[in-house]
């Protein structure tokens, strides 16, 4: 079953005139976890607005192909793309906070996702609101479910927005920064629940973060950002084992390790979306290997089974 | 989603177009009230009894010595309205700035201090706001008569509410902010915590309300002189060419309506130039 | 030891919870020492009590000898020079409507060490020091990036010479590749100034190979202190042990195996610790009916490394 639930490739975001995002291209099947990783200002978080087109008033958005659940959505109304948001794709955001509605109950806010977009009735959608409570681990389901988002601790919190985002029964997940603002043992947590809701209903799934490390048991494949573009993407094994961009092999070092000391640092700080001011690799001025032929943008090269956008490679 | 971001667009511009106009008005105001003595044709307390009750010039009867006609005793009503715009103006500014300093201070010490400097400036706000201030102002001005100062106090009791309850509210949520408390941590004393971190940020606030609470000065004290309460019996307000006009209503309808127009543009441009300010200040303020 | 902080019996309310409860602590001079936690551990406000920006309701903070708590205005004005904090959050921390030239003179001219045209060479310095051109003094904070903000913010909690530093959670809101900087210029810092940090973090690979000693924080109590090197090779408490299986490794293989190992669905969060119990008992695999009865003192493991468990007693 590799259904193909994503598919974009030239993807250039612009907005208030810097490029966000420039010549970027994903796949994702059904079944597959994908990492997007990168700092600020990578764009990355942009893209997968714009990969289903919620991205902010006045943002420029060109694609060369853009399919979403087999569908061609390059020039879909906002209707078809909400039908499309919450049934086939759903998104978690860094801040359920916000992506909560604070007026209502939280067993109300999912059994209206179930109704819109499953089409169950009231007392149906509650029944099965509750039954997603527990299973992202809220225990007591029936008596939270009445509880407002306000009165959740974060990590609670953000698995209201899990079950919320899973009540559609998507077939695709995007989480962006989910557990950044959580604690550690509660990060680890969601983490292993987000796996294991993938694995269940062999849904797509799309983990954004500026950690890598974290990513490391959750997806089969990264993608790295750096400037808005794509630096390189690998398999999970090769590129925590193998990294071949310049970039990955830093951000690799820069990772506090229990084992052993930080290695040299890494001067400078990430560039802005394509605000770099000569033209070329966005990351030639802080790169170690940087000759001259990194003033022109270079293209993603095939090496071994990753692709890495680095003229020292070739 | 882009029909709405194309209506904000549009109303941004559109807002500073329309800042544009207020600030058009008022600048008509202010240089009606400097220039007057050079502006105006006529003195307005110029009474001349042949030309009594001429209609506007372009109306039948009227003449362009007179462009907005005259009123009951021959005073020519352009002149009385080019030399009203000194008191309305002068009375809204300065009621403004007295509102301004006083309930300023106020507010930024309840919202600061917090405790029972926080209670009783409170307290005092909800007893303002409860009572009936117009009455309280007619009968306070009865007793104490007329006049600049009288009238400008009272109009600032009903100002400097406004001033303290949003400045109040903002240098509650200030006091969160990290580096206020940063500079705690440094050491930094109290008087220059509330000069050079809390003021500039409230000041954004302070200007866009001045200039609503100008506005309401400049409409309130029409209105009360137009009940009597003057302030220079030697210089006409437009209140009291209201409160004349009005017996005329029928027969000399230009003697209430070009004062009232008068009032009317003042204060929108007074509350235009408050939308703009505050559409500039306050999104980017913080 | 040479202390030169000391909290002693720190408790600290708000309304209706605890916050802090019985915090003995002692930093010696120079000394690193981190502060481990959660949210809702406590830790950002111990960092606060230590410098007197938050009163504890009972307890007394001691530095160099001297009980700050009873100290009030003025005096405590002028003991914050010798104790500075550097905050979290970069782009909270610097009034926006000051250049950071005006910044950084102000801690020397609140404290009468320059005025405000004197100050200006010792501002220029300084940003040397962070690594930051003297020419941006002119320029408000919004000019510079999160790690730069940071800079300007250590530059200031050191500009006035203290002796102790409370960083708190000062990487956090960084990228990794700045979070590196960051450190090495905590280091550069402390070996030329001879600083004693108190570093607040829940961060353990950092504090591992930043810190010389470490408290683990939970629910407002300490539950483990010692040599992190030692602690966290093999944690005595069961607490910090968890915390350091949180720490996502970078191996997939590793983490996936770590993942279909702990397959069991998560507990939900409890604010246990209220009252005598020991704070983890809700979460603790080896709970007995004890801990959730009376709180555990902190035992001694070996010498500098204490924690609070009852199952201590059987293997010690």
């Not at chain 1, 209206?112 to 809220?138: C, F, N, S």
């Not at chain 2, 600048?27 to 209609?55: F, G, S, W």
């Not at chain 3, 350091?244 to 993942?259: A, C, G, N, Y």
Request: with cysteine.
């Amino acid at each position: 079953m590799n259904e193909t639930l994503l598919d974009i490739a030239g993807l250039t975001v612009r907005f208030g005139g810097t490029t966000a995002v420039s010549d970027v291209f994903l796949t994702v099947a059904r079944g597959e976890a994908v990492g997007i990783v990168g700092e600020s200002g990578s764009g990355k978080s942009a893209a997968m607005l714009a990969a289903i087109r919620l991205h902010p008033p006045g943002t420029g958005i060109e694609t060369e192909r853009h399919v979403l659940g087999g569908e061609d959505v390059r020039n879909a109304t906002e209707g078809k793309m909400r039908s499309l948001r919450g049934r086939f794709v759903a998104m978690v955001f860094q801040d359920p906070l916000s992506a909560l509605n604070p007026l209502l109950p939280v067993g109300v806010q999912i059994a209206e996702v179930l109704m819109r977009h499953r089409r169950l009735g009231r007392r149906m959608a509650h029944l099965e609101a509750r039954a997603l409570l527990t299973r992202v681990g809220i225990a007591d389901a029936a008596a939270h479910e009445h509880r407002y988002p306000h009165e959740f601790s974060g990590g609670q919190r953000q698995r209201v927005m899990i079950a919320s985002a899973l009540a559609g029964d998507p077939a695709l997940r995007i989480a962006d920064e989910p557990t950044t603002a959580l604690d550690v043992t509660v990060q680890a947590q969601l983490a292993r629940l987000i796996v294991q809701l993938q694995r269940e209903r062999q849904m797509g799934l799309i983990w954004v973060t500026h950690d890598l490390a974290l990513m490391a048991g959750i997806v089969d494949r990264v993608v790295v950002m750096y400037a808005g573009r794509i630096m390189e993407m690998a398999p999970a094994g090769a590129l925590y084992f193998a990294p071949r961009h310049p970039y990955t092999v830093a951000l690799l070092a820069s990772l506090p390790r229990l084992d052993r000391k930080r290695s040299p640092v890494l001067p400078g700080a990430p560039a802005p979306p394509g605000g770099v001011a000569q033209p070329g690799c966005p990351f030639a001025p802080r790169c170690s290997k940087r000759i001259d032929k990194c003033d022109e943008v270079p293209p993603l090269l095939e090496i071994g089974e990753s692709l890495a956008a680095c003229w020292a490679l070739a | 989603m882009t029909r709405i971001a194309k209506l904000l667009r549009h109303r941004i511009a559109g807002g500073t177009i329309l800042g544009g106009l207020g600030g058009l008005l008022l600048v008509c105001a202010v240089l009606a009230a400097a220039a007057a003595p050079v502006l105006a044709p006529y003195r307005p307390t110029d009474i001349d009894l042949r030309q009594r009750l001429l209609p506007p010039s372009w109306d039948a009867g009227g003449n362009m010595l007179h462009m907005l006609g005259t009123d009951n005793v021959g005073r020519d009503i352009l002149s009385r309205i080019i030399w009203g715009a000194r008191i309305s103006l002068s009375v809204g500014l300065a009621a403004s700035c007295l509102g301004a300093l006083v309930g300023s201070t106020l507010g930024l010490c309840a919202g600061f201090f917090g405790g029972w400097t926080d209670r009783a400036v409170s307290w005092l706000i909800d007893v303002q706001l409860a009572f009936p201030f117009t009455l309280f102002a007619i009968f306070l001005l009865a007793v104490f008569g007329g006049g600049f100062m009288p009238v400008v106090a009272v109009l600032s009791l009903a100002t400097w509410v406004n001033f303290a309850r949003v400045v109040r509210s903002q240098a509650l949520s200030l006091r969160a902010q990290d580096y206020l408390l940063a500079a705690r941590a440094v050491g930094v004393g109290t008087p220059r915590i509330l000069r050079r971190y809390l003021l500039p940020a409230v000041l954004p606030s302070i200007v866009v309300v001045a200039s609503f609470s100008a506005a309401q000065a400049i409409l309130t004290q029409a209105a009360l002189s137009f009940l009597g309460i003057g302030v220079d019996p030697t210089v006409p307000s437009w209140g009291t060419m209201l409160d004349l006009g009005r017996n005329y209503l029928q027969t000399a309808w230009w003697m209430a309506t070009f004062p009232g127009i008068a009032i009317a543009l003042t204060v929108l441009g007074a509350n235009l130039v408050g939308d703009w300010l505050s559409l500039r200040l306050d999104p980017r303020g913080s | 030891m040479n202390a030169i902080v000391e909290a002693a019996g720190i408790h600290l309310s708000f309304a209706e919870t605890r916050v802090l409860s019985d915090i003995n602590l002692a930093i010696a001079k120079g000394e690193t020492f981190a502060v481990i936690g959660e949210s809702g551990s406590g830790k950002t406000t111990l960092g606060r009590v230590l410098l007197m920006l938050q009163a504890p309701d009972e307890g007394s903070v001691l530095f160099h000898g001297e009980d700050i708590t009873k100290l009030s205005g003025a005096r405590l004005r002028r003991q914050r020079r010798r104790m500075q904090m550097i905050f979290q959050d970069p782009y909270a921390s610097l009034n926006p409507r000051m250049t950071i030239g005006e910044t950084l003179a102000e801690p020397l001219v609140v404290h009468g060490l320059e005025n405000w045209v004197g100050a200006r060479e010792k501002v220029a310095v300084a940003l040397q020091m962070v690594g930051l051109e003297p020419a941006m003094a002119q320029r408000t904070p919004h000019a510079f990036s999160g790690g730069q903000r940071q800079r300007i913010a250590i530059a200031r909690a050191v500009i006035a010479g203290p002796e102790l530093v409370v960083a708190d959670e000062p990487l956090s809101a960084l990228d990794i590749t700045v979070q590196g900087q960051i450190i090495d210029l905590f280091e550069k810092l402390r070996d030329a100034m001879g600083l004693t940090y108190v570093f607040i973090s829940h961060d353990l690979p950092v504090v591992r190979h930043f810190a010389a000693r470490a408290a683990v924080m939970l629910h407002g109590r300490i539950v483990e202190i010692g040599d992190p090197g030692v602690m966290f090779a093999s944690p005595a408490h069961p607490y910090t042990r968890a915390l350091l299986e949180s720490v996502p490794v970078p191996d997939p293989e590793f983490e996936r195996h770590k993942i279909s190992r702990a397959a069991r669905a998560p507990a939900p969060m409890s604010r246990a610790g209220q009252g005598g119990a020991c704070p983890y008992v809700a979460r603790c695999r080896h709970a007995l009916s004890l801990c959730g009865e009376i709180m555990p003192p902190l035992k001694t493991v070996s010498p500098g490394w204490q924690a609070a468990c009852w199952l201590l007693e059987t293997s010690l």
